[in-house]
């Protein structure tokens, strides 16, 4: 069995104090994250470009394809009620850092799910690393015209159209190199504190908030290491050393 280990940039606040106080996790709904391209592209504009592209006659499925109201109402509704929960693959993106982690002043948590938690399919949805790609979704409804006609009753694929919606993002947000969790639902998610394994503070992080920290994860039942991110020797390069 194995772990998923991901960083969360966070500023340090009420609220991520209270996340490691009480062990949580935020997933927001798709219509409160910042990007107003992310979860939210239009289904209809991408496969009517997909139809531009492809052969007649899986154009004609396209276009039928858009007919199914049902399915289309379906996966809005469906879109409407998942939450997210994002995380990096990297610790050490000055652009994260600056973005995500109250320009250095803040932290970078990092999360160790076991396999066996992340696979409850009650609680979660699904889990996937984020693709950034120009015409992502156009390019899908290329593939998928392959498959059609499909039933108006055909669950899975409002269901994969969903998980490729909630995994795409523009190319200009590569940098993030960003994993998601997604869950059935938005809102507070109770996780056990074990899943937290590091705190790493910023270049700028007081020493009063680091102490605040340093408090907060003392009460734990296991070990949390601590670590400070350092210049290196390079004109914009960092490291992380343990404290």
């Known amino acids: 069995m194995i772990n998923y280990r991901y960083f969360k940039y966070r500023h340090i606040n009420k609220y991520s104090i209270d996340s490691l106080v009480k062990g949580n996790l935020f997933f927001a709904a798709p219509?409160?994250?910042?990007?107003?391209?992310?979860?939210?592209?239009?289904?209809?504009?991408?496969?009517?470009?997909?139809?531009?592209?492809?052969?007649?006659?899986?154009?004609?499925?396209?276009y039928n394809f858009l007919k199914i109201e049902e399915l289309l109402k379906r996966l809005q509704a469906a879109i409407s009620q998942i939450g997210i929960c994002s995380f990096s693959l990297d610790p050490k993106n000055v652009l994260m850092w600056s973005h995500y982690a109250d320009a250095h002043k803040g932290m970078s948590i990092l999360y160790d799910f076991p396999e066996k938690y992340l696979n409850d399919g009650e609680k979660f949805i699904g889990i996937s690393d984020v693709s950034y790609e120009q015409d992502s979704l156009t390019n899908w409804?290329?593939?998928?015209?392959?498959?059609?006609?499909?039933?108006?009753?055909?669950?899975?694929?409002?269901?994969?159209?969903?998980?490729?919606?909630?995994?795409?993002?523009?190319?200009?947000?590569?940098?993030?190199?960003?994993?998601?969790?997604?869950?059935?639902?938005?809102?507070?998610?109770?996780?056990?504190?074990?899943?937290?394994?590091?705190?790493?503070?910023?270049?700028?992080?007081?020493?009063?908030d680091i102490e605040l920290i340093r408090e907060i994860v003392s009460?734990?039942?296991?070990?949390?290491?601590?670590?400070?991110?350092?210049r290196t020797k390079q004109d914009f390069g960092i490291e992380l050393v343990e404290i």
């Not at 504009?45 to 499925?61: G, Y």
């Not at 938005?186 to 992080?205: A, D, M, R, W």
């Open 31 to 62: 219509e409160k994250l910042n990007d107003p391209f992310d979860c939210r592209l239009d289904i209809r504009k991408s496969i009517q470009n997909a139809a531009s592209k492809v052969s007649d006659e899986k154009a004609s499925l396209l």
């Open 141 to 208: 409804f290329m593939e998928l015209s392959g498959s059609l006609p499909i039933k108006s009753t055909d669950y899975d694929i409002a269901i994969e159209l969903t998980k490729k919606l909630m995994t795409i993002k523009s190319p200009d947000w590569e940098y993030e190199k960003e994993v998601r969790i997604i869950r059935p639902k938005p809102g507070v998610l109770k996780i056990n504190k074990e899943y937290i394994s590091q705190i790493c503070f910023g270049l700028h992080t007081t020493d009063c």
């Open 219 to 230: 009460q734990y039942n296991h070990k949390v290491n601590l670590c400070k991110v350092v």
